[in-house]
């Protein structure tokens, strides 16, 4: 005897900010479970099958373009990667709150990670002159160029920013993708940048000051970034700036 597939009933919050006449509304759909079906699937047979107005966004499928997180039954998460068999038979989606809402499940990550990275200035600051494409690179150490890869898995999901109740209170916080990617450049021997210039981009409340450690950025990071740590000795490194710099 073959069991019935499950029906699962989705609540997802309507919104198109650009229809004046649309009004945010919660809207139940209704599918079969199939066998190895994740959130992105369910997604795109609703919108196939039922309700091609939906908007959602998915790039890779495979948790590595960060476009697919969304707020699931009130967690910020990555649908790509959840699996529904691991679902309720009721599940609640919403858009990732902080960033600005598209439509429906859809956000504007990358409008909010790229003024994040200009003001933060998230590349390496080589010495004037210091480029020469004709010299061999110099090797990095492999324990190094290891920390710095850990640090660099980050694919700006968003995660982190949309459960930061400090990021929702102050709209210039640089949230924890930010501090992570300060913590990456200072690891890293080619940037030139000292503590007292990390101090001028995030030796505030809207950078690592203003951060209230309760650390539910490390709790739903996908990649399972070292987040907690970074922002603790990010912490500890710009206290210490900032104490010698008001030193006579
Ligand atoms: S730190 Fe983690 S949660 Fe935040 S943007 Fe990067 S991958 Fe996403
Ligand atoms: S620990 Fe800091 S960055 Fe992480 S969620 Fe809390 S306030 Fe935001
Ligand atoms: S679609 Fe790329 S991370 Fe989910």
Same mark, same amino acid.
């Given at each position: 005897?073959?069991?019935?597939?499950?029906? !699962?009933?989705? #609540?997802?919050?309507?919104?198109?900010?650009?229809?004046?006449?649309?009004?945010?509304?919660?809207?139940?759909?209704?599918?079969?479970?199939?066998?190895?079906?994740?959130?992105?699937?369910? !997604?795109?047979?609703?919108?196939?099958?039922?309700?091609?107005?939906?908007?959602?966004?998915?790039?890779?499928?495979?948790?590595?373009?960060?476009?697919?997180?969304?707020?699931?039954?009130?967690?910020?998460?990555?649908?790509?990667?959840?699996?529904?068999?691991?679902?309720?038979?009721?599940?609640?989606?919403? +858009?990732?709150?902080?960033?600005?809402?598209?439509?429906?499940?859809?956000?504007?990550?990358?409008?909010?990670?790229?003024?994040?990275?200009?003001? !933060?200035?998230?590349?390496?600051?080589?010495?004037?002159?210091?480029?020469?494409?004709?010299?061999?690179?110099?090797?990095?150490?492999?324990?190094?160029?290891?920390?710095?890869?850990?640090?660099?898995?980050?694919?700006?999901?968003?995660?982190?920013?949309?459960?930061?109740?400090?990021?929702?209170?102050?709209?210039?916080?640089?949230?924890?993708?930010?501090?992570?990617?300060?913590?990456?450049?200072?690891?890293?021997?080619?940037?030139?940048?000292?503590?007292?210039?990390?101090?001028?981009?995030?030796?505030?409340?809207?950078?690592?000051?203003?951060?209230?450690?309760? !650390?539910?950025? #490390?709790?739903?990071?996908?990649?399972?970034? +070292?987040?907690?740590?970074?922002?603790?000795?990010?912490?500890?490194?710009?206290?210490?700036?900032?104490?010698?710099?008001?030193? +006579?």
């Amino acid at each position: 005897m073959t069991m019935a597939n499950r029906q !699962l009933k989705f #609540h997802i919050l309507r919104y198109n900010p650009r229809d004046i006449a649309s009004v945010p509304r919660m809207q139940t759909y209704e599918i079969e479970e199939a066998d190895g079906m994740t959130l992105f699937i369910a !997604l795109n047979e609703i919108r196939e099958r039922q309700d091609p107005s939906l908007q959602f966004d998915f790039v890779c499928r495979a948790g590595i373009c960060g476009s697919c997180a969304m707020m699931i039954n009130g967690r910020p998460t990555l649908a790509c990667r959840t699996v529904t068999k691991n679902l309720g038979l009721e599940t609640t989606l919403a +858009p990732l709150p902080v960033f600005e809402l598209i439509g429906d499940l859809s956000v504007n990550t990358g409008k909010w990670m790229r003024q994040m990275s200009e003001r !933060l200035e998230t590349w390496v600051h080589e010495k004037a002159g210091a480029v020469d494409i004709s010299r061999i690179e110099a090797p990095m150490d492999a324990g190094l160029a290891e920390q710095i890869y850990e640090l660099d898995r980050c694919i700006e999901c968003g995660c982190c920013v949309a459960g930061c109740g400090t990021a929702r209170m102050r709209a210039d916080f640089v949230g924890a993708v930010g501090l992570n990617k300060i913590a990456r450049f200072r690891l890293d021997p080619r940037d030139t940048r000292t503590d007292a210039d990390y101090y001028e981009l995030i030796g505030d409340d809207n950078g690592v000051f203003g951060c209230m450690s309760l !650390l539910a950025c #490390h709790d739903v990071c996908p990649k399972n970034l +070292p987040l907690s740590t970074q922002i603790a000795y990010m912490r500890r490194h710009m206290a210490a700036t900032g104490w010698k710099q008001e030193k +006579p």
